[in-house]
């Protein structure tokens, strides 16, 4: 079966048909059925439209897009008049999304003040908390455990342990979380240094290349970001936020304009 049998759009159109065809074969003839049917009229806006789209050298463009235009109301207009838009609720659902949108419209709101985005900030913390890192150097002895307990015990100063070989990721390793760590030295490794103090050589320790000898650095723990270093991203939340409760308000004040029906229990 070709794919594009296989698209939403083409399962709606196939759907249309057969509700079509049922309404001749098998059911009661539509309200409107024998209604006469108006003139399709190509107003001087729709013209423009596809003039404006074509460009103006292109008459041929035009008048192909116009045609389809024409085909295109023809078809939406005896849909309509056979009901089948009716009850559908593939239409229910799309005019539901348009009626959000156009709600959506009216209800953007105003830059807010940096009080307002700093309680954001505050009440929604934990979406901006920077996490731990740690930076330190490595010395790295293959297999050779024994070697890099003996180059620990002979340190006697800050200088790298002696008798260590080219690593193939470097020797020093900056501002990365546990995450990365664990990734490129495993959990054991990683647990090590995310405990340890900063200014002295220590291990042995192994990763899934070997043994090594490390000296943390820095150890960065986990902290708020101040306002100023995200407040594009604060700003974009706020209002995503806010135009969100402005639109709950605004779809809670439409549906209280209709009557509610009550409902009792049945004994």
């Given amino acids: 079966m ?19 065809a049922a309404h001749f074969l098998w059911g009661e003839p539509p309200e409107n059925g024998d209604a006469e049917r108006e003139e399709i009229l190509v107003s001087p806006e729709v013209q423009a439209h596809f003039e404006a789209r074509a460009g103006q050298e292109n008459q041929n463009d035009v008048d192909r ?5 024409v085909r295109e109301e023809a078809l939406l207009r005896e849909a309509r008049r056979l009901r089948l838009d009716a009850q559908d609720p ?22 807010p003040t940096t009080e307002e985005l700093e309680a954001y900030l505050s009440e929604h ?15 790295f002895f293959a297999d050779d455990r024994e070697g890099a307990s003996g180059a620990l ?6 200088e790298p342990p002696q008798g260590g070989r080219p690593f193939l990721h470097g020797d020093r390793f900056m ?21 340890a103090e900063p200014g002295s050589w220590q291990g042995p320790s192994m990763s899934a290349y070997g043994v090594h000898l490390w000296k943390l650095v820095e ?9 100023e270093s995200i407040r594009d991203r604060v700003l974009r939340d706020w209002r995503e936020s806010e135009n969100e409760r402005r639109l709950e308000l605004r779809i809670d004040a439409l549906v209280n304009s209709y009557p509610q029906a009550s409902h009792s229990s049945v004994e």
């Fill in 125 to 139: 913390h934990s979406r901006y908390r920077t996490e731990a890192t740690v930076s330190f150097e490595q010395v």
């Fill in 65 to 69: 897009m116009v045609q389809l235009w």
């Fill in 2 to 20: 070709k794919s594009w049998l296989r698209q939403p759009v083409v399962h709606f159109v196939f759907g249309g048909i057969l509700l079509f």
């Fill in 175 to 195: 501002r990365l979380n546990r995450t990365q760590v664990s990734a490129r030295f495993g959990e054991e490794f990683s647990g090590a240094l995310f405990k």
């Fill in 153 to 158: 015990a002979q340190l006697s100063s800050d």
């Fill in 90 to 111: 593939i239409v229910d659902r799309r005019l539901v999304q348009l009626m959000r949108f156009a709600l959506q419209s009216e209800v953007d709101a105003p830059d």
């Fill in 219 to 227: 150890h960065r723990a986990e902290r708020l970001a101040p306002l």
